[in-house]
């Protein structure tokens, strides 16, 4: 099959707007006689229903959390990008956008990414709008902080629980859709396959996962936001429901898949602790504004701490490498993820790594404690202060930035962050690859859209960090809203799509015979038996094939 990515002609800056003024609308009073299926309530999906319910259409959304506000978008710490320029320090549309493609590797397609840049400053309005407490500086303006790989201060942020405020301000647009019966809520129920019927997605099978019911839904187009799949490695940062079985299942029914191997390692996460673990724990990226990462220099000091004879502390500043200001002094500690994770991995395999594992580099936040407190100290007219007094005042600042993530730090590995450096080490951590989509984020199948994290992304082979939930709420709120439009415009005289053809009877005897052979214990021991050969195998190899397709 040749692919076509349907990018409009003209100039990148004209694109989507020329697209916008040509493509075909359904009238309000058509939009009641549609339906559309959205699975995935995460920050692609719940943007996505919230809008299309708003825009008049008949949404039913699915998710396999109690709660829309359970899906794994909850965990996202950091920020999310916008090229609003708040700071004054050079940013534009064009400069996110060519930092993206950079990020990416030159393997985005460029006009998505344009067109991402341009939406990227409705979606902090759009979300300032819903109530969502973005930081704010001291003259009450929103605040910015900067991620790796660039040189300006665009990522905006909530301290470090953005995902977990921006998934409120969907939720909450979604319970209003909710409300007026335009969003038909689907909470507890996985899609276990997709329903093509003509060549046009038509539906789906999902299964009750508090009855066990197989349940037929259909509708004029089917949306998949299921988000990532990091899980596919063993020790991942996602959560451990981010798996790929509906990108899957969609795959089985003819979408494409693009660049499935990329996948992004992320640099700052707290190490592995021993062999019973199923998932890793991020410390967000926006660490690396204030924390200085480095190794011992010399590798007796390594064996020191490893036994426990010498502490981090103890060590003079000539006796440490921080390795990523030597090696990369324009970018110093926030230079792009992966080559912030090979540095790190470089510096390990060197016989550096400092703690029991041989896994782990240090993150350490004196030099930034000590920065804030002599500032504040000047601030507050403190002449002379004591090196406790700066201590105290450099710490507050700290707190009040990352307080939240060095809590749980604490919590984890039972080390208190403001008084020793933290430990890190990379981990998979976002999927770039996924299921293949044009222009309009339709797959290779009529009718079936995928967004969010789910799709191939925009980026490339992306190393930028807060562009993940750019992406999903760009396509959930101003993009698919538009370009599905133009699909169904075409539906608004086909009708309601039956359950009771030939197609959905078919997918829903396939599913359940699927279910049986899991659930039927011969074959089950075999399946563990694969699935652990398999896990053992990524386990080896992952670091090597994600670094190299980065
Ligand atoms: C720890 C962590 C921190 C992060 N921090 C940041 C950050 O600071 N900035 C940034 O830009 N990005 C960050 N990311 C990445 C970002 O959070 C994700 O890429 C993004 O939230 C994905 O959103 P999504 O809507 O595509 O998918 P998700 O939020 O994963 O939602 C998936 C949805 O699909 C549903 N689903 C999946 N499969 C099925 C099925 N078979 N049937 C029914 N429902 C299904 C789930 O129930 C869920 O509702 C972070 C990621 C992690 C792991």
């Known amino acids: 099959m040749a692919l076509d990515s349907k990018v409009p002609q003209g100039p990148l800056k004209d694109k989507w707007t020329d697209y916008k003024n040509h493509i075909n609308l359904v009238n309000p009073a058509n939009k009641r006689h549609i339906d559309v299926i959205v699975v995935g309530t995460g920050l692609a999906g719940g943007s996505a229903s919230a809008t299309l319910a708003e825009l008049g259409y008949n949404v039913k959304s699915f998710a396999y959390q109690d709660s829309p506000r359970r899906a794994h978008s909850i965990a996202a710490q950091g920020g999310i990008n916008a090229a609003k320029n708040y700071q004054g320090d050079g940013d534009s549309t064009y400069r996110l956008f060519y930092d993206t493609v950079k990020g990416g590797d030159y393997r985005s397609r460029e006009a998505n990414v ?68 335009k969003i038909e809520m689907f909470n507890r ?77 992320h640099p700052t996460c707290i190490p592995r602790s021993g062999d019973y673990q199923s998932k890793l724990t991020l410390m967000s990226e926006s660490l690396r504004n204030d924390g200085r990462i480095w190794v011992p220099k010399n590798l007796e000091d390594v064996t020191a701490i490893r036994e426990g004879k010498l502490k981090p502390t103890q060590l003079t500043e000539d006796q440490r490498d921080y390795y990523l200001e030597r090696r990369y002094p324009a970018f110093g500690n926030l230079v792009p993820r992966d080559v912030a994770s090979r540095a790190a991995k470089e510096r390990c395999d060197a016989g550096y790594g400092v703690n029991a594992t041989g896994e782990a580099v240090y993150l350490d936040f004196k030099s930034a404690i000590e920065r804030y407190g002599k500032e504040q100290a000047k601030l507050k007219n403190i002449n002379n202060p004591t090196d406790k007094e700066i201590y105290n005042l450099g710490k507050a600042i700290v707190e009040a930035k990352y307080g939240n993530l060095f809590q749980m730090y604490e919590k984890i590995v039972d ?107 011969n074959h089950w021991n075999r399946v563990c038996c694969v699935s652990s050969m398999w896990a053992s195998v990524w386990v080896h190899h992952c670091f090597t094939i994600s670094v190299i397709c980065n």
């Not at 909450?172 to 909710?178: C, E, F, K, L, P």
């Open 114 to 181: 344009y067109r991402l840049a341009e939406v990227s400053a409705n979606i902090i309005d759009q979300c300032v709008a819903q109530g969502v407490p973005f930081a704010r500086d001291y003259g009450g303006l929103l605040d910015n902080r900067s991620f790796g790989g660039v040189l300006v201060s665009r990522t905006f942020y909530a301290k470090g629980q953005t995902g977990q405020q921006l998934l409120l301000g969907a939720y909450s647009a979604m319970n209003r859709q909710i409300a007026r019966g």
């Open 189 to 265: 129920h996985e899609m276990l396959d997709v329903v093509v019927v003509d060549g046009k997605a038509r539906g789906i099978i999902a299964r009750n996962l508090v009855t066990g019911e197989i349940e037929r839904h259909s509708a004029h187009a089917v949306v998949i936001a299921s988000g990532g799949y990091g899980n596919v490695y063993f020790l991942s940062t996602n959560a451990m429901g981010s798996n790929v079985t509906a990108g899957w299942k969609v795959h089985k029914k003819g979408a494409y898949f693009a660049n499935p191997c990329y996948t992004q390692i």
């Open 415 to 521: 080390e208190n962050p403001y008084e020793t450096p933290m430990m890190i080490y990379p981990a998979t951590h976002y999927t770039m690859g996924g299921v293949w989509v044009d222009y309009n984020l339709m797959t290779t199948v009529d009718g079936l859209y995928c967004i969010g994290e789910a799709n191939f992304s925009d980026h490339g082979a992306n190393r930028l960090g807060a562009s993940a939930l750019m992406q999903g709420l760009a396509d959930g709120y101003f993009v698919l809203p538009y370009t599905i439009g133009d699909y169904l415009a075409a539906e608004i005289r086909t009708g309601k799509i039956t359950t009771d053809s030939k197609e959905f009877e078919e997918a829903e005897t396939a599913v359940k015979e699927r279910l049986n052979f899991f659930i039927n214990k």
